[in-house]
């Protein structure tokens, strides 16, 4: 497996999913991607960590009564949380919650883009992020749908100091990254012409071998298919939820 010992600047470092049901959350995802659950105490409030062959991978919290729940949530990394949100909130963004220190691990925050769109950020201590990437059964790729696509890919660039580049932009398909070519971290792409009742916001994907039997794995542990397994140019793509009903994508790489 490649490893990861820091992400860049501005780079998705790190997942979580608040959820109403901590038991059956692990349980899912223990059973779907193999992986294991470390609890590191009382004083991180409930909050575990999902590894994958012994490397961090995501993060799992018990829903506090506030806020959305059952819902992934992605952080990019910066290196001064709080000067990320004053530029957050001077380039039409708004600040969910200010800078708070988790022990030593690091500073976390929570924004919303122009869009309405919340993107946490994390600035590390002692805990960079994900320690593996991009394998089987672990994060790989981390994609905005936004229908203020314009006014996103501003956002990024002079907030987080994204270097973009343009891989659509026509009106069947726009598109913006995070870097290029095999170096592409994120995606930023315009919903204007999906549904009216397309889902919006951050998503993560988790690669896997095999998307179809993933699906059939998900339907077995109580989750649901919500787009069905489809070929595309970034491999076969789907998107499901799990057993609380919270959304994630799937991507296997089928050599395209």
């Not at 999913?17 to 223990?30: L, N, R, S, V």
Request: proline share 7%; charged share 20%; hydrophobic share 40%.
């Amino acid at each position: 497996m490649p490893l990861r010992d820091e992400a860049p600047i501005g780079a998705p470092c790190w997942v979580d999913i608040m959820t109403t049901d901590t038991a059956k959350t692990q349980a899912f995802y223990t059973e779907l991607f193999g992986w294991t659950v470390d609890d590191p105490g009382p004083d991180y409030g409930g909050y575990t960590n999902f590894h994958k062959d012994g490397h961090p991978v995501a993060g799992c919290m018990g829903h506090t009564g506030e806020g959305p729940a059952n819902i992934w949530s992605i952080y990019l990394a910066t290196d001064d949380a709080e000067k990320t949100c004053e530029a957050a909130t001077a380039h039409g963004g708004m600040v969910m919650f200010p800078p708070m220190d988790v022990m030593a691990l690091g500073k976390m925050s929570m924004v919303l883009d122009p869009g309405g769109a919340a993107i946490g950020l994390w600035q590390p201590g002692e805990f960079n992020g994900f320690g593996v990437l991009a394998e089987p059964n672990t994060p790989a790729w981390f994609e905005l749908h936004t229908r203020e696509y314009a006014k996103a890919v501003q956002f990024y660039r002079d907030v987080f100091k994204w270097d973009t580049h343009v891989t659509g932009d026509s009106d069947e398909f726009r598109d913006t990254t995070l870097g290029e070519g095999e170096g592409q971290l994120a995606g930023i792409m315009d919903a204007s012409i999906f549904p009216a009742d397309a889902p919006l916001g951050w998503s993560v994907y988790f690669a896997v071998d095999d998307t179809d039997a993933a699906l059939a794995k998900i339907a077995k542990l109580g989750g649901a298919t919500v787009i069905p397994a489809e070929d595309t140019p970034y491999g076969r793509l789907a998107a499901a939820t799990d057993a609380t009903g919270s959304l994630f994508k799937l991507v296997a790489n089928t050599g395209s």
